[in-house]
Every structure is written in structure tokens, then in C-alpha cells.
């Protein structure tokens, strides 16, 4: 990866020059039998698409505060990536009241409502599939964010040393956040084609870093695996050999 690399966007710009075509995140949603393979194309295209609509439609900026009630998903992983494109913080389980803007999933509406600011509402169906009915109140991201362009160029230039994210209460900017992810990848021992499989909850480092960043940091790719719980051990050790994992955080 790129050395110069200083915001996480940074680290998926690296990643698309590298090699598009290679695996970048496997979803795998233990209770309704999902799984969904992006490869860095793919889920950079998403993130472009999610971050003009930030930009654009929502009118966020480098500065804004955005909470994000989304669970271990493949597409709460672009929005972290779209956040950082635009630099808007994303705060993961943030209080919708104190932020400019929230994107929620269908479990969290009731308290998203408290954001003054735009709302976003992910079904997180499969396949990105929509609400059958929007809630009230919310923008359908499934609904609003394939009409967006494919391609993404900042109004301004990101601040890698402005506050990035906030995850388990601690604030981090841009450059700690790829810090951080790099530490750790050397940690895991993850290297170009490392395949780490997680199935830790996104609302700490530890879940955050496994589940994308490091495996991003580090040139490598992410199994990451919602309600891991259904799943046998013998499910669970075919999972490891079919998708070829090196590396497991549970």
C-alpha cells in the first residue's frame, strides 16, 4: 500500500490502483442466508455514489458530525469510506440529537428521529434492497443512491488531521485512524492477499479495525460475518476454508 496514505479514502484510492478487481469485502448475514462479494471496484463505485449523495444531496462538509446507528454490514463499511471521502466524522452509535446528520438502520428509526439534520434509512435488505414502504421523515438510501455518479471529487481538500471518526468513545482523526489500521494489520500479521474473517461488532476499534481497516491497510480482504452466532462450528470452519481465510478475530 501507499505509504503517503493519510485518511482512510486515501487507503481505497491505493487499493483501486493496486488491483480492482481483487475481493475487498465478503458479507455474509447468518440470518437470512445474504452473501454479498464487492470487489474493490465494486465497493468503491458504492462509496463514490454514497459520498456524492453526502455531498451533494445531504449538503454535508468537511466538519459535519454524522451519526451512524448501523450494524457490522457491508454497507456501513461504505459509509465509513463515504464519510472519509467528503470529511464528515462518522461517529458509530452517535447520539442523533448532537449530530448534523444520521443514517440509520430499520432497528434504530425511533431514536434517529432526533437528529434536527438530514436522515438517511438503510433496510439493509439483500442485495441493498429498499424499504417496501420509506419511513416517514427519511431519505431511502437504497432508493436515492443509484441515480449518483460514479466518480467522486471533494469540494475541498480533506484534513487528514481533523476528527475523522469516533468509535468507543474515542475521537480519532484521519491519520490515526490509518495508524492505527496499520498497527494492527502488522499485529494480525496481514499482508497482500491476507483473507481475515470477523465477526465482531463494529462499535468498538477492535470490531471496526478487523472488519475493514486493517484488512484494507494491509492490501488484503475482509470475510465479514453478521449473526456469526446461527452459525455451527463446523459451518464456521467450511466458511474459513471455502473463503480461504488466514486470519479470524471473533
Not at 27 to 43: I, M, Q
Request: aromatic content about 6%; charged content about 20%; some cysteine.
Amino acid at each position: 500500500m501507499n505509504a503517503t496514505d493519510r485518511t482512510p479514502a486515501d487507503l481505497l484510492r491505493s487499493a483501486l490502483a493496486a488491483d480492482p478487481s481483487r475481493p475487498l469485502v465478503t458479507f455474509y448475514d447468518d440470518a437470512t442466508g445474504e452473501r454479498v462479494e464487492l470487489s474493490v471496484a465494486t465497493f468503491a463505485n458504492w462509496v463514490a455514489k454514497t459520498a456524492n449523495l453526502l455531498q451533494g444531496d445531504l449538503a454535508a462538509e468537511p466538519g459535519d458530525r454524522l451519526a451512524l446507528l448501523l450494524p457490522a454490514h457491508w454497507q456501513t463499511a461504505v459509509w465509513l469510506l463515504a464519510c472519509s471521502s467528503v470529511g464528515v466524522t462518522a461517529e458509530i452509535g452517535g447520539d442523533p440529537a448532537a449530530a448534523d446528520l444520521v443514517v440509520s438502520g430499520p432497528d434504530t428509526l425511533e431514536e434517529a428521529r432526533a437528529c434536527s439534520g438530514e436522515r438517511v434509512a438503510l433496510a439493509l435488505r439483500p442485495l441493498g434492497g429498499r424499504f417496501p414502504e420509506p419511513p416517514a421523515g427519511f431519505t431511502d438510501y437504497a432508493l436515492e443512491v443509484p441515480g449518483q455518479g460514479d466518480r467522486f471529487a471533494p469540494y475541498a481538500p480533506v484534513d487528514p488531521d481533523a476528527p475523522a471518526l469516533v468509535v468507543g468513545g474515542t475521537g480519532l482523526t484521519g491519520t490515526e485512524v490509518v495508524d492505527r489500521a496499520r498497527t494492527d494489520a502488522r499485529q494480525h500479521g496481514l499482508g497482500p492477499g491476507s483473507r481475515m474473517l470477523s465477526g465482531l461488532p463494529y462499535d468498538h476499534w477492535e470490531g471496526l479495525s478487523a472488519g475493514l481497516l486493517a484488512p484494507l491497510a494491509a492490501g488484503g480482504s475482509v470475510v465479514l460475518c453478521r449473526h456469526l452466532d446461527r452459525l455451527s462450528d463446523g459451518a464456521l470452519e467450511q466458511r474459513r476454508e471455502s473463503e480461504r481465510v488466514t486470519v479470524t478475530a471473533l
